[in-house]
Nanobody, 123 residues
Framework: QVQLVESGGGLVQAGGSLRLSCVAS????????MAWFRQAPGKEREFVTA????????YYADGVQGRFTISRNNVKNTVSLQMSSLKPEDTAVYYC????????????????WGQGTQVTVSS
């Protein structure tokens, strides 16, 4: 049973930073992609960033490129999201997700999801 557990959300002022973590368990993740999505109230879930478990190749949504950094620790089975220069529009619940196979930004193609962690950016 795959489990993803996020942590690190909170309240931060605009311009500040937060670091989210996702601990993955239940299988080996070779050949998988790990991703972060977010969902703001009244909006659809949107892609933020993804990383290849094997190669470490990374992918970013345009709106976070240069501000957010995804990384993984293959030994600890964790994926982290370092968020800097945060904006009020970054306010959302952030979800960690995993899929076996190639990269995609489509949330419906991810197999497992964490419970989410709230990030609130005040202006």
């Amino acid at each position: 049973q795959v489990q993803l557990v996020e942590s690190g959300g909170g309240l931060v002022q605009a311009g500040g930073s937060l670091r989210l973590s996702c601990v993955a368990s239940g299988r080996t993740f070779s050949g998988h992609h790990m991703a972060w999505f977010r969902q703001a109230p009244g909006k659809e879930r949107e892609f933020v960033t993804a990383i290849s478990w094997n190669s470490g190749n990374t992918y970013y949504a345009d709106g976070v490129q240069g501000r957010f950094t995804i990384s993984r620790n293959n030994v600890k089975n964790t994926v982290s999201l370092q968020m800097s220069s945060l904006k009020p529009e970054d306010t959302a619940v952030y979800y960690c997700a995993v899929r076996r196979g190639d990269y995609t930004s489509r949330p419906d193609l991810y197999d497992y999801w964490g419970q989410g962690t709230q990030v609130t950016v005040s202006s």
